[in-house]
Structures are given as C-alpha cells and as structure tokens.
C-alpha cells in the first residue's frame, strides 16, 4: 500500500500492475500514456454499496473528491500517470462553497458603492 505524493510527482505501472494508494481529496489524476482502470473506495447509494470504476485513456484525467484508497490497474500495457496535488478540496461541501462566494461579492459590492 502506497500514499499518493502530496505534490506533483509521475508514477509508472508496468501492464497489468496494480497499486492501492491512499488519495487525498483534491489531487489531480493524468494519464500522459496508455490506459488506466480508476476505482476509488466504494460509498453508500441508497441501501447499496456501489464502487465506481473509471476507466482514462492517455490524456484523460479524475478530481479526488475525498480522501480514501484508490485502486489503480495499468490495463494493456504500461501506464504513465502524472498525479497533482494543486487545490485544496473545500471542507465544507458545495453549500459552504456557495456561501462564502456570496459574502465574498456582497463585501466588493458594498465596498464599491461606498462613497470615497
């Protein structure tokens, strides 16, 4: 079991390899050569227990959404992968997002109608 680099770093898989690494959410995933099966940790929908899979060809890309082990397998040959750690995932989930956007430009606006 590996930890994906917390900054940028390229990993190679050899055809067939696979690797189970830990991801932290906001890490961007690149494939720069041959073609990757993606699948991160399985969640709860609904009643079931689903586990997505991506599968990323060369120059296709996946944003981890939260933190959790992926599993990763170079399928058909070997695989380059650019791995990313260059936003910070918020913390507070879409709502919060939006939340603070809107007291962001509500202080520009107020800030811009002021007399000066």
Known sequence: M???PTSSARL???SHETLLAAARAGTWLQVRSGVLIAQPPPHWLGDCMVAPTHRLGA???VL???DGWWRFVADHGPVDL???RAIEAPRAGFAGQVAARVVSLVREITRRLRPS
Do not use: Y
């Open 2 to 4: 590996h930890r994906l």
């Open 12 to 14: 190679h898989l050899e």
């Open 59 to 61: 120059g296709a890309g």
């Open 64 to 66: 981890v959404d939260e």
């Open 82 to 84: 650019h791995c990313v």
